[in-house]
């Protein structure tokens, strides 16, 4: 059985390969992984993955959100990048499974629980439990910033940010 695509996961599939030619077919369209020599990537998944990444960048960089992050933050300044991979496989994960509807992709917690300090204490602290309203649009704006800094047309980013404030109701309660 082919993987599973739709129009968003092949744009971007097409977008992170120079945006040239057909569109149709390039979201599962193995490639080079530019990081991992050797290895193939899903096109889409490559585009996430970089969107991903500098996205975790700006949010690092975001005094205002630096309480719901004390353990990554912690780790990274004293050059330990092992959790800070793994947030960048499973938002990458997260998002491809979102976006492309291929199942089994996300084997992280629901999102109700990675982001409550109850169920998951890498996610701020006993005096910071979840996340504010107002701090989770610093969130997605700082994605759409990252997203606009690599050039992502604003069409695509649109459609990555109404997926983002999908899961504002599991985030924020
Ligand atoms: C906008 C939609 C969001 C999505 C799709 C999302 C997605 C995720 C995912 C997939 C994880 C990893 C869970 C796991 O591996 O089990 C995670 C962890 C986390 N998220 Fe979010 N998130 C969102 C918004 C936010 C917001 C608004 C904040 C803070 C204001 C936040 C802070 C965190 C923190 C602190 C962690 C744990 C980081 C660590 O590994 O140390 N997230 N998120």
């Known amino acids: ?54 996205s975790l960048m700006v949010i ?4 205002a959100l630096a309480e719901y992050f004390p353990t990554l933050l912690a780790e990274v300044g004293a050059g330990n990048t092992t959790g800070y991979n793994n947030l960048l496989q499973s938002f990458t994960d997260f998002v491809q499974q979102a976006v492309s509807t291929q199942t089994g992709v996300y ?32 969130f997605v704006g700082d994605v759409a910033s990252a997203a606009t800094s690599l050039n992502v047309p604003n069409s695509v980013i649109g459609q990555l940010g109404t997926l983002l404030y999908s899961v504002k109701g599991d985030i924020v309660y």
């Open 60 to 63: 690092a960089g975001d005094t």
């Open 107 to 138: 084997k992280g917690k629901s999102m109700r629980d990675a982001h409550n300090f109850a169920t998951y204490s890498r996610f701020g602290s006993a005096a910071v439990q979840k996340s504010t309203a107002a701090d989770f649009d610093l």
């Open 1 to 54: 059985m082919p993987l599973a695509t739709t129009p968003l996961y092949d744009t971007l599939g097409w977008f992170i390969q120079g945006a040239t030619g057909p569109v149709a077919g390039n979201g599962t369209k193995m490639i080079d992984d530019p990081d991992n020599p050797g290895q193939k990537i899903q096109a889409g998944r490559l585009a996430i993955r970089t969107v991903v990444g500098k």
